[in-house]
């Protein structure tokens, strides 16, 4: 197989992972099959998982099978949220089954649904349950990477995320990558009042990128607003913690202005919305 062919860079000495059709069947299988060795959560037993087309964040390069999911987000009194699919129930297998989707999301012929977030365990997580009584506000992580120190300086873990944080977006950088790409936080979503294993890690990026590709896309323009995007941050591929301009390894992947997973390599571009397959995991029957 010709060398540019391969996902990880000659350099990474490490083995080599064959390109594949991002969402196909037999990649899928690679994530569903590291989260059930790396979390006992992630058992077949439960309801609500099965063939799921979501939009994610774009992988591009690395071993990781698709991308990360992108949550719609929506702006309320100056506090930002990530959108709640609607409760319902379906039919699934001869039993009546709790699950959360939105057919159509604001006319964009797009089912969002809780189903692209189970994975990696994370459908075992309380803000997963269809009805958790958990609410939508992004709230600061109490622990952000280094590379995010405005967290640390100007704002507190577990503080509501304020639109009025992000009026130097279209300036701020760090020491990683380029500048005046955006500004990221790491925030938690649907989950206040739980134990750190049950936290459902996401970043939030405000770009003017973002705000640019709004403009001319649907979807975008639906699950932006103001340049703001979010997304679950677990890698697809052993469910590590990537993160947006958070590792000076980056470079070495010419990833400093992606998001860059240093577990294994994995990139993806958080400015590139793509539709991706996958087979969704179950939540978990309840006791």
């Not at 941050?233 to 590590?240: A, D, G, I, P, S």
């Amino acid at each position: 197989m010709p060398e540019d062919e391969d996902k990880y860079p000659v350099e990474s000495d490490r083995r080599r992972f064959v390109k594949g059709v991002v969402g196909s069947a037999a990649l899928a299988g690679v994530g569903t099959t590291g989260a059930a060795a790396v979390n006992s959560a992630t058992e077949q037993s439960g309801a609500g998982g099965g063939a799921t087309t979501a939009m994610a964040i774009e992988n591009t390069d690395g071993p990781a099978p698709r991308g990360m999911p992108q949550i719609p987000i929506e702006i309320e009194d100056g506090e930002i949220k990530g959108v709640w699919p609607e409760v319902t129930e379906i039919e699934q297998q001869g039993q009546t089954v709790t699950i959360t989707q939105t057919k159509n999301y604001k006319g964009t012929d797009v089912t969002y649904s809780s189903r692209w977030f189970q994975y990696c365990g994370v459908q075992s997580y309380t803000g997963l349950k269809p009805e958790a009584d958990q609410e939508n506000f992004f709230r600061y992580s109490s622990s952000p990477p280094v590379a995010y120190g405005w967290q640390t300086e100007d704002v507190s873990g577990g503080d509501r995320v304020q639109v009025s944080d992000f009026e130097d977006y279209e300036n701020w950088e760090n020491s990683i990558g380029s500048g005046g790409l955006g500004k990221p936080a790491a925030v938690t979503w649907r989950s206040q009042d739980v134990d750190n294993s049950n936290t459902i890690p996401v970043t939030l990026i405000r770009s003017k990128r973002i705000e640019e590709k709004a403009q001319e896309n649907d979807w975008l323009a639906a699950s932006t607003d103001k340049g703001f995007m979010a997304y679950l941050n677990k890698c697809t591929h052993f469910c590590c913690v990537p993160g947006w301009k958070t590792s000076e390894q980056a470079s070495q992947f010419n990833a400093e202005d992606d998001v860059y997973c240093p577990c294994h390599q994995s990139v993806y571009d958080p400015f590139k919305i793509v539709e991706t397959t996958f087979t969704a995991l179950p939540v978990p029957a309840e006791d």
